[in-house]
């Protein structure tokens, strides 16, 4: 029947509204005829009206009409649902559900049924109040609105990050702290603005990113080549005044002074001897006989072993040599057991007999013309001239034990008699200086006084070379027979007490040197040393006048009994036949 396919119509029009108004249609029964225009669409009014808007509203694809009949006053049908009229998801209009899109926003916002700005985008700001273009200034990056709107930047700069910077360019494209550099170039910003080349001792620069040493300072190079711990100092043994200059000096510890290799020092063993760098410490002095411990240290014709000199025997022999004198080129002894008196030279060669047929050649001394010695037994004091010719007899009858000189006279003690004496060294009458004295031994003179000591009752004793009156300086134990003196201090052997001491030559106790010395029987001394011998132990001793620690000069020596020194040597008699001599250390 044609009403029921009018109803079907209708039907089907009301099931297409369903769905996009999210409203309900419902028809049923038979639609009345009447309630139909000429067209057949429902009229406006009566019960089929709504669907004849419907019907209406789909004939012509107006979304307005659907939303009025489906949803409540203020909401809108979209996507099957009813939503605010004002929601910019959806548009801001009846006429439209396609969302809101404005420029660099957040979220849009609806105004007066069109789409407006709600939040800006982070760093975007809507600087014309325009929404149609959104938020269209970024603050960050914007020359006209640079940080915040209306904040435009000088021609010359750039808005980086919300701030007017230079518009740096090639070939200085990087901006540092306000200015245009070249980082692969600037050392104050290489590689990076926070990058400041100071490599160490250098003058610094800049390539490719990198620090470089474009020059050292004086004194200093890149001997290593790497440029990033700058220039070395040129004052090490490997680069001395410039790279790779090394120094070294053969036998030595070198050493680098501003610039210039200097020797520092020589090895244990080896001495700079000829004073010349370059060879270095040339010279062993453990065995060089000439140079024996140290440069120009000679052993006088004798071996150097470890840097020592060893004694070297000038005469042997003889029957029993006992004491001993030199002078420049000879040393001088008396032999008591075959009465004679001898010379060798100190260089060493063959011993020469001076005199024989003496009675107990006893004690002996030299100047520049003559040898002097007293026989004790024969009870004379002789003198022979170097030059030759026979000994003279200058005083006899005398029981003589020491004998001394000064530049006029001779000086000898009367061991049996007691008696200190002095004669002319020309001759005439002899001169008692001091007599009562208890078998006086050894003698000895400086410029000014006569120095003794009395054996048989230990008192050590001066009188005047020019006569006066004697003077006791010290006690000593009895039994000591031989003294030395220098300017300051008569020197002698305690050998009960086994000691060395010394006593001021204006007086005072005696001051011990050495002690633990087993049979010291001789003393001599020089400006700086005090030497003795030790006849028991058999050596040869020496120590500072001052004090300190005694050094063994020798040792092995067969009864060592009087000493001398000069300027380079010590030479003693040794009772076992033999006349020595070695360097001083």
């Given at each position: 029947m044609k009403t029921s396919l009018w109803a079907e119509a209708l039907l089907v029009a009301a099931a297409a509204a369903i769905p996009a108004c999210g409203g309900r249609v419902e028809i049923s029964?038979?639609?009345?005829?009447?309630?139909?225009?000429?067209?057949?669409?429902?009229?406006?009014?009566?019960?089929?009206?709504?669907?004849?808007?419907a019907a209406e509203a789909g004939s012509d694809g107006g979304d307005a009409q659907q939303e009025q009949v489906g949803c409540a006053a203020g909401k809108k049908p979209c996507d099957g649902a009813c939503v605010d009229q004002t929601d910019p998801t959806y548009g801001c209009d009846l006429a439209t559900c396609a969302p809101c899109e404005v420029a660099h926003t957040k979220t849009a916002a609806c105004d007066s049924n069109t789409c407006g700005i709600g939040k800006c985008t982070a760093g975007w700001v809507d600087c014309n109040h325009d929404a149609a273009d959104g938020c269209e200034a970024n603050v960050a990056s914007d020359n006209n609105n640079c940080g915040a709107c209306g904040a435009p930047c000088q021609?010359?700069?750039?808005?980086?990050?919300?701030?007017?910077?230079?518009?740096?360019q090639p070939p200085m494209p990087t901006n540092c702290g306000g200015s245009c550099v070249d980082t692969d170039t600037d050392s104050q910003h290489c590689g990076g603005c926070a990058t400041v080349c100071d490599?160490?001792?250098?003058v610094s620069g800049c390539q490719a990113g990198q620090c470089t040493v474009s020059a050292c300072n004086p004194g200093f190079d890149n001997c290593d080549g790497i440029e990033s711990n700058g220039c070395e100092a040129l004052d090490t043994v490997t680069d001395c005044g410039s790279c790779g200059m090394k120094c070294v000096f053969p036998n030595a510890t070198a050493a680098c002074t501003a610039g210039d290799c200097e020797l520092l020092k020589c090895n244990s063993g080896f001495e700079n001897c000829d004073g010349k760098d370059a060879n270095g410490c040339e010279l062993a002095t453990a065995a060089d006989s000439i140079n024996c411990g140290y440069c120009g240290h000679s052993c006088q014709g004798g071996e150097c072993v470890g840097g020592a000199c060893q004694p070297v025997v000038l005469a042997s022999g003889q029957n029993q040599p006992w004491a001993i004198a030199v002078d420049s080129t000879s040393v001088y002894?008396?032999?008591?057991?075959?009465?004679?008196?001898?010379?060798?030279?100190?260089?060493?060669?063959?011993?020469?007999?001076?005199?024989?047929?003496?009675?107990?050649?006893y004690d002996i001394a030299v100047d520049s013309m003559s040898v002097y010695w007293v026989n004790y037994v024969g009870g004379t004091?002789?003198?022979?001239?170097?030059?030759?010719?026979?000994?003279?007899?200058?005083?006899?009858?005398?029981?003589?034990?020491?004998i001394a000189l000064d530049s006029t006279d001779v000086y000898w003690t009367d061991f049996g008699y007691?008696?200190?004496?002095?004669?002319?060294?020309?001759?005439?009458?002899?001169?008692?200086?001091?007599?009562?004295?208890?078998?006086?031994?050894g003698i000895a003179v400086d410029s000014a006084n006569v120095y003794w000591v009395n054996w048989l009752t230990g008192e050590v004793m001066k009188v005047p070379a020019s006569g006066g009156y004697a003077v006791q300086l010290a006690s000593v134990h009895k039994w000591q027979s031989s003294l030395?003196?220098?300017?300051?201090?008569?020197y002698l052997p305690d050998v009960y007490n086994h000691l060395v001491i010394k006593v001021s030559n204006s007086g005072g106790d005696p001051v011990t040197l050495a002690s633990g010395q087993i049979g010291p029987e001789n003393v001599a001394v020089d400006s700086t040393n005090v030497y003795w011998t030790d006849r028991v132990s058999g050596t040869v001793m020496m120590m500072p006048v001052s004090g300190g620690v005694p050094v063994t000069l020798a040792s092995g020596q067969d009864s060592p009994i009087e000493i001398a020194v000069d300027s380079t040597c010590v030479y003693w008699a040794n009772g076992g036949g033999t006349v020595m001599k070695i360097a001083k250390p």
């Amino acid at each position: 029947m044609k009403t029921s396919l009018w109803a079907e119509a209708l039907l089907v029009a009301a099931a297409a509204a369903i769905p996009a108004c999210g409203g309900r249609v419902e028809i049923s029964g038979n639609v009345d005829p009447a309630q139909t225009d000429s067209g057949g669409m429902l009229s406006e009014s009566g019960s089929g009206g709504s669907a004849g808007a419907a019907a209406e509203a789909g004939s012509d694809g107006g979304d307005a009409q659907q939303e009025q009949v489906g949803c409540a006053a203020g909401k809108k049908p979209c996507d099957g649902a009813c939503v605010d009229q004002t929601d910019p998801t959806y548009g801001c209009d009846l006429a439209t559900c396609a969302p809101c899109e404005v420029a660099h926003t957040k979220t849009a916002a609806c105004d007066s049924n069109t789409c407006g700005i709600g939040k800006c985008t982070a760093g975007w700001v809507d600087c014309n109040h325009d929404a149609a273009d959104g938020c269209e200034a970024n603050v960050a990056s914007d020359n006209n609105n640079c940080g915040a709107c209306g904040a435009p930047c000088q021609p010359s700069d750039v808005c980086n990050n919300g701030q007017c910077t230079l518009n740096c360019q090639p070939p200085m494209p990087t901006n540092c702290g306000g200015s245009c550099v070249d980082t692969d170039t600037d050392s104050q910003h290489c590689g990076g603005c926070a990058t400041v080349c100071d490599l160490p001792h250098a003058v610094s620069g800049c390539q490719a990113g990198q620090c470089t040493v474009s020059a050292c300072n004086p004194g200093f190079d890149n001997c290593d080549g790497i440029e990033s711990n700058g220039c070395e100092a040129l004052d090490t043994v490997t680069d001395c005044g410039s790279c790779g200059m090394k120094c070294v000096f053969p036998n030595a510890t070198a050493a680098c002074t501003a610039g210039d290799c200097e020797l520092l020092k020589c090895n244990s063993g080896f001495e700079n001897c000829d004073g010349k760098d370059a060879n270095g410490c040339e010279l062993a002095t453990a065995a060089d006989s000439i140079n024996c411990g140290y440069c120009g240290h000679s052993c006088q014709g004798g071996e150097c072993v470890g840097g020592a000199c060893q004694p070297v025997v000038l005469a042997s022999g003889q029957n029993q040599p006992w004491a001993i004198a030199v002078d420049s080129t000879s040393v001088y002894w008396t032999d008591n057991v075959e009465g004679t008196v001898m010379k060798v030279a100190a260089s060493g060669g063959a011993a020469i007999m001076l005199a024989s047929g003496q009675q107990d050649a006893y004690d002996i001394a030299v100047d520049s013309m003559s040898v002097y010695w007293v026989n004790y037994v024969g009870g004379t004091v002789m003198k022979l001239s170097k030059s030759g010719g026979d000994a003279v007899t200058l005083a006899s009858g005398q029981s003589a034990g020491g004998i001394a000189l000064d530049s006029t006279d001779v000086y000898w003690t009367d061991f049996g008699y007691g008696t200190v004496m002095k004669m002319s060294k020309s001759g005439g009458g002899a001169v008692t200086l001091a007599s009562g004295q208890g078998n006086p031994g050894g003698i000895a003179v400086d410029s000014a006084n006569v120095y003794w000591v009395n054996w048989l009752t230990g008192e050590v004793m001066k009188v005047p070379a020019s006569g006066g009156y004697a003077v006791q300086l010290a006690s000593v134990h009895k039994w000591q027979s031989s003294l030395a003196v220098d300017s300051t201090s008569v020197y002698l052997p305690d050998v009960y007490n086994h000691l060395v001491i010394k006593v001021s030559n204006s007086g005072g106790d005696p001051v011990t040197l050495a002690s633990g010395q087993i049979g010291p029987e001789n003393v001599a001394v020089d400006s700086t040393n005090v030497y003795w011998t030790d006849r028991v132990s058999g050596t040869v001793m020496m120590m500072p006048v001052s004090g300190g620690v005694p050094v063994t000069l020798a040792s092995g020596q067969d009864s060592p009994i009087e000493i001398a020194v000069d300027s380079t040597c010590v030479y003693w008699a040794n009772g076992g036949g033999t006349v020595m001599k070695i360097a001083k250390p």
